[in-house]
RNA sequence: UCCCCUGUAGCUCAAUUGGUAGAGCGAGCGGCUGUUAACCGCUAGGUUGCUGGUUCGAGUCCAGCCGGGGGAGCCA
């Protein structure tokens, strides 16, 4: 638990924070997590817990219940509000859904059905009130997504929202984790990048030009020269032509930050600004590329499912049904290992015995969805590596294989949700790179220091990439990227 | 970019082949209650996305524009 800063006393931060009440000598700040598990403290224990109002329930019985919620688990505590407090109708019984308070109290057993413990209160102090909790847009109520989307700096104050930025935090440590207990270096890979050769997409241009009025040539075109880095920039589309450079002296590294894609995608699995994982090992073949691949899955869910039991719970109970049984038996079973020739014969196969597609197969098709979905989820009913494409159909940069038509690519594909993980071995031999530049219609003068890397000390080397917020998706249930990231950026939308 | 659906109260949605715009939730007030998605009653809340057109009459039909969603393509 040591990666999870909820479980952790910040005293310092605790004690130096503005605007400090008067609080009774004996009491512990504490954050709600470790309130609901007596981690550091027990019942008796006088405490301090700081967070905003989920819901206020009277009774007239003279006492009020507050839900307050701090973001470090997915419960919230109840805080029992005396009649008694001084400021009990002027202000206690004013708060609503969305205030900030801090309270203070003692942490007693609860008479109530629903949790073990609570806070008896002794004080409770309005920090921020909610001016107008009729038009408060994220009241305590089902709210769509859609609608949650277009408050996207309030929606994490929801129960799903919240759950989801503690599963990416999650998620995100254990990426870096199993990198990290494996061997590999974290390369920051330039988010500007000069290179125009990525080709994996669609580009953001990054320039300080003036719009209005920019500067030509003498033939007429735009001078870049007079551009802030003196030639055309734009945003990465993939760290990978950087990273594999750090590989041939690092052995093991891998990317992982925020990637751009300027294409005008509308669905529920693309984004503009997206965050990607891109690995990448020397000395290593297509198999070796495979393996890594299925041990990094299934560390990073298995690490999910052991942290963040009740956010999972939520997903399960209120998003998806299936979502935990699919993580544990992701975790637990082996990956089918299938040549793209006999995937290709399979589905022949299962066409002429009556299985039906939208779109034909054949050898030389880029498989659809539909086709991933059911190699995995009917044929082999497990994960599936499909390996060793036909290379008219992949990127330039994948190893030939020797049969002259394939290349050494991968899909990892899973159940329910299909390609997860697309990688491949990479072309270490000079003469067939360049042979493969030329066969696209590519200029190896702006491959130059990519060339560079097969000319000195060329080493077999594969690797692959991941999006994160299609992992988190699926490792969810959540139906759409756009709510699985703070603040999507789409095609005409990037508001905040 | 293409195809389909959609836009009505703070939110989710109704509104009969075109005829006075409603409900639930939320909110406010009151009642009841160691409460837990509380419950009961009352109240407030709308230039039906925008512009134009057809019509005696448009939330409803037509055109254009803008927004949202789903699917496809592209891909991660």
């Not at 309130?35 to 006492?63: E, F, N």
């Not at 994948?398 to 329910?416: E, H, I, K, S």
């Not at 702006?446 to 560079?452: C, G, M, S």
């Not at 060329?458 to 990439?465: L, Q, Y």
Request: proline residues 5%.
């Amino acid at each position: 638990m040591t990666g999870d800063p909820a479980a952790r006393m910040l005293p310092h931060l605790s004690t130096s924070l503005p605007m400090e009440p008067p609080m009774p000598d004996s009491a512990i700040p504490i954050r709600v997590k470790n309130l609901l598990a007596c981690s550091g403290c027990q019942v008796g224990d006088t405490v301090r817990v700081q967070g905003w109002i989920r819901t206020r329930r009277d009774s007239k019985a003279g006492l009020s219940f507050l839900q307050v919620h701090d973001g470090s688990c997915f419960d919230a505590v109840q805080v029992v509000a005396p009649g008694e407090l001084d400021n009990y109708a002027t202000e206690v019984q004013r708060l609503t859904t969305g205030c900030s308070v801090r309270c203070t109290g003692t942490i007693v057993a609860s008479q109530g059905k629903g949790q073990s413990v609570e806070v008896l209160a002794d004080t409770i102090e309005p920090v921020g009130w909610v001016e107008d909790p009729d038009t408060y847009p994220v009241p305590a109520k089902r709210h769509s997504f859609e609608y949650l989307r277009e408050m996207a700096h309030l929606r994490v104050r929801t129960n799903t929202f919240s759950a989801i930025a503690r599963v990416r935090h999650c998620l995100a440590q254990a990426v870096h984790r199993f990198f990290h207990e494996n061997g590999f270096y974290w390369v920051h890979t330039p988010i500007i990048t000069g290179s125009d050769c990525e080709g994996a997409g669609e580009m953001f241009r990054v320039s300080t030009l003036d719009l209005e009025n920019l500067p030509r040539t003498e033939e007429g075109a735009i001078d870049y020269t007079q551009d802030f880095f003196g030639r055309d920039t734009n945003l990465t589309v993939s760290g990978q032509l950087n990273v594999e450079a750090y590989c041939q002296a690092l052995s093991k590294v891998y990317t992982f930050g925020p990637t751009f894609r300027a294409e005008n995608s509308n669905t529920s699995r693309h984004l503009a600004e997206f965050w990607m994982i891109e690995p990448e090992i020397a000395f290593a073949d297509l198999n070796d590329d495979a393996d890594l691949a299925e041990e990094f899955l299934k560390s990073i869910f298995t690490a999910l499912l052991q942290e963040l039991p009740d956010d999972m719970g939520f997903f399960r109970d209120r998003i998806d049904k299936t979502c935990i049984n699919r993580l544990e038996s992701f975790v637990e079973a082996s990956f089918e290992r299938m040549e793209y020739t006999d995937a290709i014969a399979i589905l022949e196969q299962a066409v002429a015995g009556g299985v039906k597609f939208e779109y034909p197969v054949s050898w030389g098709v880029d498989l659809q969805s539909e086709h991933e979905r059911w190699l995995t989820e009917e044929h082999v009913g497990r994960p599936v590596v499909l390996m060793n494409y036909p290379r008219d159909i992949k990127a330039f940069y994948m190893r030939q294989n020797d049969d002259g038509r394939t290349v050494a690519a991968m899909d990892v594909l899973a159940p329910g949700i299909g390609e997860i993980i697309g990688g491949s071995q990479r072309e270490e031999r000079l003469d067939v790179l360049d042979k493969r530049i030329g066969e696209m219609g590519l200029d190896t003068a702006d491959y130059w220091w990519y060339r560079d890397l097969r000319k000195y000390g060329t080493v077999p080397h594969a690797g692959f990439g991941l999006g994160f917020e299609r992992t988190i998706a699926y490792a969810t249930g959540m139906a759409n990227v756009r709510d699985v990231i703070p603040y999507p950026r789409t095609p005409r939308s990037a508001t905040f």
